[in-house]
């Protein structure tokens, strides 16, 4: 049996939610991620270009994007995940799989998945401690920084 295409799998899913309030939410948190990863890239780079005195703008902006992230795969755990085990056939979870197995992003894509990957890795290297592994900023003392 052929497996269904990706757009089959979604309409699938969207059907499932019983709602497209549900679906429609779920794809704004989706616009609104990119959004705020936007932010995060651009916070970085005046942090970059500025110096220690930026340093409270790129922090907000990792805070900001974690919180709406734990939020957002909360819900995709606690509400998505049940229905699609529920709704979802094997030949839907044959094309998921299929679509990790091929190490790319169902959502994002390869492309953007590398560059997401990237964009983490900058944010760690660059970033003091706490957040990452980046020079300590001045004035603040180790105590402090965990």
């Known amino acids: 049996m052929r497996s269904p295409s ?3 799998t ?3 899913i969207a059907t499932c939610f019983g709602c497209c309030a549900f679906a429609a939410r779920l794809e704004e948190e989706h616009r609104i ?3 705020k990863i936007r932010t995060l890239e651009q916070a ?3 942090y970059q270009a500025g110096g220690d005195d930026e340093f409270p703008y790129f922090a907000a902006a990792v805070d900001d994007y974690a919180d709406f992230h734990w939020k957002h795969m909360g819900a995709e755990e606690k509400e998505v995940l049940p229905l699609a085990r529920t ?3 094997k030949e839907d979870w044959d094309a ?3 679509a990790f197995l091929g190490h790319a992003d169902p959502l994002v894509g390869v ?3 590398n560059e997401f990957r990237g964009l983490f890795r900058r944010i760690v290297n660059l970033a003091p401690p706490p957040i990452g592994l980046g020079p300590e900023q001045k004035g603040r003392r180790k105590s ?3």
């Open 144 to 146: 402090q920084a965990g």
């Open 33 to 35: 991620g990119a959004h």
């Open 44 to 46: 970085l780079a005046r």
């Open 10 to 12: 979604r309409r699938r």
């Open 96 to 98: 998921i799989d299929e």
């Open 111 to 113: 492309e953007a998945g």
């Open 87 to 89: 709704y979802l056939t």
């Open 6 to 8: 990706a757009s089959t």
